[in-house]
Each structure stands twice: as C-alpha cells, then as structure tokens.
C-alpha cells in the first residue's frame, strides 16, 4: 500500500530579527550565528501567538487546500512545549477546526523526534486498514525557548507544521523499512512549569550526532538502498552539514565534498537558515524546504530525525508527483523584520508592551489554566 503524506500546512511567526541585529545586541560576533550556526535570522512569536493557535493554523492551512473535515479520522500533535500537562492540544484543535466527534486525538512527547513518531504511527494506523477510508492529521508545534544570552539563543524560533497523512501521498510515500537509535542520556530537559529549555550544548551535539548515524546505518543495514537527498531535524544548518559530510566519507565519496554536501542538504536548508529551530516541525519544515525549491518524482529521500533524552528514526520517503501548494518563499519574504530590542521585549520583557495585530486562531485569554482561543479570518 502506498501511503504518506498527501498535504502538508505551516503556521510561521509573522516576525523576524536578523541575526546579526541580535548579535550586535548581546555582543556576540555575528559571523559566528550567521557562518558558525548557519542561522541568517529567527522567527518571533507574539503575546498572542502559543503552541495550540500555531498548530490550528497550520493545520487548516493543510486542511483548507481541498480536504473535507470529515475526512479526518485522526488528529495527533507532537510537541515539547504543551500548554498543560493533562489536556492535549489535539482536544483544542478539535473544536477549532470543526473535526467530527468519532476523531482519534492524542500528544505525543519525545522532544523533536515527537513529530517522526507521530507519523509513523500514523502511516501504520493506515497500513492496517483502522482508517477505514479516512486520513489523518499530524501537527507538529513548538516554541523554542533558552535563557537571554545563552549559547542556543541564537536558534530558537517558533513554528508549527501540518501533514496530511493518506493513503494519497502526492508529496511524499514512505516505505516500511525504518532505522531506530534510542539511549538515555541527559543533553536536554525543560523541567515542568519552566518555560525556557536547559540544555548541555556540546555534549547534545555529539548525542544529535551518535544518535542520527547509528539510526541511518541501522536502516543501511536493513534496506541497501542509496539516497538523492537527506533530510535532517536541523537545530542549526551548520550541524546538518557537518554529519552530512561525515556520513559522505564514511561512504567513500569522492570529490568536491563542499558541493556535495550542498547538493545533498542545501535546499532543505534554506527555511531553516532563515526561521530558526521550530524543534518537533524542524525536519518537516525541512521537507518543505526541499520540495519547494524543487525536487523531480521519485527521488529517494532519506529523512533522519532526532530528539533529546535521546531517540533517532531514520525514514525511507520517495517523492511524489505533486506540488507543495503554495511557496515557502513568499512566507518566508513577507514578514516583518524587528529591531533586536524589540526582540527582547518581545521575548523577555513586558507582556503588556507586547505587539498585537492577531490574524487566524489566536490566543485570546487565560482564565484557572484553561485557555480559551478566537479567530479572525
């Protein structure tokens, strides 16, 4: 059976600050965010704007390029930055867009590797024939967040994407064959009721690393197949590099390994250079990338996931012979550039000093932890 992804929707932040603005703020050298990360600028996320109004945005923007409400028979949300640690945000989303009472909904957690799971499990709900017909909606939605002045605030963004996973994959199908590496270790942890992320920043590089080769040599070793484009979880375009080019020598590729790194990632790059890490959406994100730049059918992809504490899954996607739908670039383009201290008020100051221009589903109060949303369309 053929199945993956037939749609996929994003919710961007409307602002951005430029990296170097941001550097000249808190006195780093910007050549090291911009050359050192590969990060260009970050996505900014408003007073109105949460992880349940990013995911109901993006999720109707999939939905809204002509898939029926009742179609979906199950909606499943990876985050690791939910709102409550009880409610799921896919019992939100629910309500907000209108979904049929008889739709699965549940979260799943396993920080940035959330996302590849919830797919995957998808993609067998559907193999085995529980879908009766009906596809499923998986949404993936974060807002990253680390100390002002720490080393990874220069990667954090804010996003959340959408995909519309049938038995129709236009974008992308998926074969069975997976690579899994798991481990405990301690690289990253948000403890509860704390908003901003701990993270140990070199030892989580080389768990990111360990983690992604072990599970991509696992899939080699089940299924020998060779791959036209990667696709990585991109914390910052420079790591994906990085083990590309390691995994290009461990392969005995010959050449100019700089171009070659460059025709394997590069344009799954691009977003991410420009927005930041949106953490569970990032390699997703990434896919977009790719396929809106331009990608020929039937090319084989390899998708290679991973999440702090820590699990990789390594995918086999082959591209389909559709169009992503819309233009990345153009979301990209059309938001507003802030000044860094703006930036910083936005983020770590005053909540009432907070721009507010809401458009779509928006966060609209809290009231004894429960939060209630509007729209405007």
């Known amino acids: 059976m053929d199945v993956g992804i037939e749609k996929i929707g994003l919710s961007l932040p409307r602002l951005f600050v430029d990296s170097r603005d941001l550097s000249v703020l808190r006195g780093w050298n910007p050549n090291k965010i911009v050359l050192g990360l590969g990060i260009k600028s970050l996505g900014v996320p408003e007073q109105y704007e ?7 945005n993006a999720a109707r923007h999939a939905l809204d390029q002509g898939i029926k409400r009742e179609e979906i028979g199950r909606l499943v949300v990876a985050t690791e930055t939910g709102v409550d640690s009880a409610k799921p945000i896919s019992a939100y989303l629910h309500q907000l867009l209108g ?34 017909g009906r596809k ?16 990874a605030e220069p990667t954090q963004s804010a996003g959340a994407v959408a995909l519309l996973v049938s ?83 461990e392969e005995g590729k010959t050449g100019e390994l700089e171009e ?3 025709e394997r990632v590069g344009a799954s790059l691009n977003a991410s250079s420009q ?22 059918d039937e090319k084989q992809l390899a998708l290679l996931s991973y999440g702090s504490g820590c699990s990789s899954k390594a995918l ?17 383009s059309n938001r507003m550039r802030i000044s860094a201290e703006d930036y910083d008020s936005l983020i770590y100051g005053d909540l009432d000093n907070r721009i507010q221009n809401p458009s779509g589903f928006f966060l609209s109060g809290v009231s004894n932890g429960y939060r209630s949303y509007g729209e405007i369309k």
């Open 50 to 56: 949460d992880s349940v109004s990013l995911a109901a």
């Open 167 to 249: 038995d129709k994959p236009s974008l992308i199908r998926f074969e069975g064959q997976t690579g899994t590496y798991s481990e405990n270790v301690s690289d990253f942890w948000r403890p509860l009721n704390q908003a901003e992320a701990v993270v140990n920043g070199k030892y989580s590089l080389e768990c990111y690393t360990k983690a992604v080769l072990e599970a991509y040599y696992d899939l080699k070793r089940k299924r020998k197949i060779e791959f036209d484009k990667f696709v990585f979880h991109t914390p910052f375009p420079r790591l994906v590099k990085k083990v590309m080019s390691r995994i290009l020598l």
């Open 99 to 132: 979904l049929d009472s008889d739709t699965e909904i549940y979260e799943v957690k396993h920080a940035c590797v959330g996302g590849v799971y919830a797919l995957c499990d998808s993609l067998d709900w559907i193999r085995a024939g529980q879908n009766q």
């Open 275 to 296: 927005l930041g890490n949106i953490y569970t959406g990032s390699i997703f994100l990434a896919l977009a990338s790719l396929l809106d730049l331009g990608l020929e």
């Open 260 to 262: 070659e790194v460059q």
């Open 316 to 332: 086999i996607g082959v591209r389909g012979n559709q169009g992503l739908g819309f233009s990345l670039e153009s979301m990209l």
């Open 136 to 151: 499923a909606l998986v949404v993936c939605t974060d807002i990253a967040r680390y100390a002002r002045g720490s080393p």
